[in-house]
């Protein structure tokens, strides 16, 4: 299967301040990659799907100022979330499809906001 | 609404004893139904992909099948290791057709 990387896999950041999270397609190109939240014991949640070269389309109820999504080559996707607040804490997992069908997922990243 | 709903929630099996995990789907335009596989604290591993009723497909000790309303991930003899939580998802044709939306998840634990 195709390989995706997600960086970090854990981080702790104070109220207030802002998190960058890293997805690379390794072995694909991703001209879309696609953002998911998973709180414990739930399953996940599309946030915002990310596009190459364009703006990103975002899931409704979610705050496109405060998870913004930069798509700016076929193999980086990032997600940076502003002005981080505890409730933002969560598992967050990005997604690639290298034929256009099948998903694959990297590592996810613990954010835990203190 | 769309929606995808998994069953049991949680089970427990001893190991060697064969069980069935659902997936009950209700949208509009299937374009694919997915099983993955999340181990704690990481991302789903995916499993199998089925795109019409009447079709399966196996990988070791797992076998899924489709019909027009639910799926089914079987577990043949299963040991400790396939202990996990299985996820299933659906693809739609249409709008936005890499999302998948997904079920809650069943959370398999086996024991020795």
């Known amino acids: 299967g195709a390989v995706v990387s997600q960086h970090p896999s854990r981080v702790i950041c104070k109220s207030g301040t802002s998190v960058k999270i890293e997805c690379r397609s390794l072995?694909?190109?991703?001209?879309?990659m696609f953002w998911y939240r998973q709180f414990p014991k739930q399953s996940l949640m599309l946030m915002a799907t990310?596009?190459?070269?364009?703006?990103?389309?975002?899931e409704q109820g979610v705050e496109k100022d405060k998870f913004l999504i930069n798509h700016a080559s076929l193999t980086l996707s990032t997600l940076t979330v502003t002005s981080a607040h505890p409730e933002d804490s969560s598992f967050y997992i990005c997604s690639g499809l290298p034929g256009n069908t099948e998903a694959f997922f990297g590592q996810g990243t613990r954010l835990t906001v203190v | 609404e769309d929606q995808v709903t998994q069953s049991p929630e949680a089970l427990r099996l001893q190991e060697g004893e064969s069980s069935s995990l659902n997936c009950s789907y209700t949208v509009s335009g299937l374009r694919g139904l997915f099983w993955y596989r999340q181990d704690p604290g990481k991302g789903p591993e995916f499993l199998f992909t089925?795109?019409?009723a009447g079709e399966e497909k196996e990988k070791e000790r797992l076998k899924a099948t489709l019909t027009k309303k639910e799926s089914f991930l079987h577990i043949t003899a299963p040991k400790p290791e396939d202990s996990a939580t299985y996820l299933c998802a659906v693809q739609q044709w249409g709008g936005n057709t890499g999302k998948l939306i997904f079920g809650q998840g069943t959370t398999l634990q086996v024991k020795p």
């Open positions: 072995d694909f190109q991703a001209t879309t």
């Open positions: 089925l795109y019409s």
């Open positions: 990310s596009n190459e070269g364009s703006k990103a389309t975002y």
